[in-house]
């Protein structure tokens, strides 16, 4: 079983910076993949990073290459989003997943077996 417990959300103007952490808790996050998800309003809840256990190989959706970093810290069990040059597009609520299971990239909600409980995040223009 895993716990994740996300941070870090807040409101700023577009083109500033936020990073949102994910705590974990579990004896298997050490080796389970971790990605974010992010649901904008009227919108569904759509995949937008994901890291490999080991944290090596990363995958991003295209409308935030170049400007959001995930990465992760084993040793303190937490998962990070780094967003810059935030746009009011990204304004949603943030999601972080976990999956101790194989694949990558994996980019589906069905394949992420635990959830937080999310963390808005609002860009003012």
């Known amino acids: 079983q895993v716990q994740l417990v996300e941070s870090g959300g807040g409101l700023v103007q577009a083109g500033g910076s936020l990073r949102l952490s994910c705590a974990a808790s579990?004896?298997?996050?050490?080796?389970?993949?971790a990605g974010w998800f992010r649901r904008a309003p009227g919108k569904e809840r759509e995949f937008v990073a994901t890291i490999t256990w080991t944290g090596g190989r990363t995958y991003y959706t295209n409308s935030v290459k170049g400007r959001f970093t995930i990465s992760r810290d084993n040793a303190k069990n937490t998962v990070y989003l780094q967003m810059n040059s935030l746009k009011p597009e990204d304004t949603a609520v943030y999601y972080c997943a976990a999956d101790p299971g194989s694949g990558w990239p994996l980019t589906r909600e069905y394949e992420y077996d635990y959830w937080g409980q999310g963390t808005q995040v609002t860009v003012s223009s």
């Open positions: 579990g004896r298997t996050f050490g080796t389970s993949h």
